[in-house]
């Protein structure tokens, strides 16, 4: 493991939420660049790119501007997944209005690199610089590591967030089978049938009704107790 690898790691393991992480990155990319005066990160939500962390003098003016022309070099990193520079904004003819755009916001020369490519959560790091020909080679090392970073940072903060769904899903259907399995037994008692066959009832008169199975179970266990049901734990199945 290299020095700046380990100093990224450890910018992630003293900070206490990803926007903090983030937010420190971008500031340590852009100590990498002498040259460079500001850097932001833009990350795609729901299909939408957002500057979710900068650091420097313009960097989400810049950011933004490209997303008001859906296009530009972050955007094209962050879609193509490649790295995209821009030596100088005076040469530059992709982009329409950008580029003039950028100069007159004192920018000349760009570099961004992909984050996190082709996921749900991908996005670029961006930085700028107010002289043409401001990324060399050997910038772009030490850079092409801090994005790497960043890719492991989202994708563990995606894996997290998953997990999170997926209790959450599950606690939700645990709840649902709680209600479910009360309302069982009551249909067992009134009709003096098996688990199965007063599941089997239950089921029909949701689909006759075009109601929700929980929603019937539970409006059937508030009209017998009084009170809405207990949904905390599971009853085991009579």
């Known amino acids: 493991m290299t020095d700046q690898e380990l100093h990224v790691t450890d910018l992630l393991l003293e900070t206490e939420s990803l926007e903090e ?20 990160i833009t990350i795609s939500r729901d ?10 003098r313009a960097a989400q003016e810049l ?11 972050c955007l094209r990193a962050l879609r193509s997944g490649e790295e995209v520079m821009v030596g100088d904004m005076l040469d530059e003819q992709r982009w ?4 003039a755009q950028a100069i007159a916001w004192g920018t000349r020369s760009s570099f961004s690199l992909p984050i ?34 960043a890719s492991g940072a989202i994708a563990l903060a995606q894996r997290i967030a998953d997990v999170q769904e997926f209790a959450d899903d599950l606690e939700t259907a645990m709840r649902s089978r709680a209600v479910i399995d009360q309302a069982v037994g009551i249909v067992m008692a009134q009709q003096r049938c098996d688990a199965q066959r007063a599941f089997d009832i239950l089921r ?3 689909q006759n009704r075009n109601i929700k199975l929980r929603d019937l179970c ?3 266990t508030t009209n017998v107790g009084g009170k809405p049901p207990q949904e905390g734990t599971l009853r085991p199945r009579p």
């Open 204 to 206: 029909n008169a949701s």
């Open 96 to 99: 329409d209005s950008y580029p």
């Open 21 to 40: 992480f983030l937010e420190t990155l971008a500031g340590h990319a852009l100590s990498q660049i002498v040259g460079a005066d500001s850097c932001g």
């Open 116 to 149: 996190a490519a082709h996921t749900n959560t991908a996005g670029a790091l961006n930085l700028y610089a107010p002289e043409p020909g401001a990324f060399t080679d050997r910038d772009l090392t030490g850079l092409r590591v801090v994005a790497g970073q």
């Open 47 to 56: 299909g939408r790119p957002l500057t979710v962390a900068s650091a420097g």
């Open 63 to 73: 950011d933004e501007k490209q997303y008001g022309l859906d296009d530009g070099p």
């Open 218 to 220: 539970r409006n059937l």
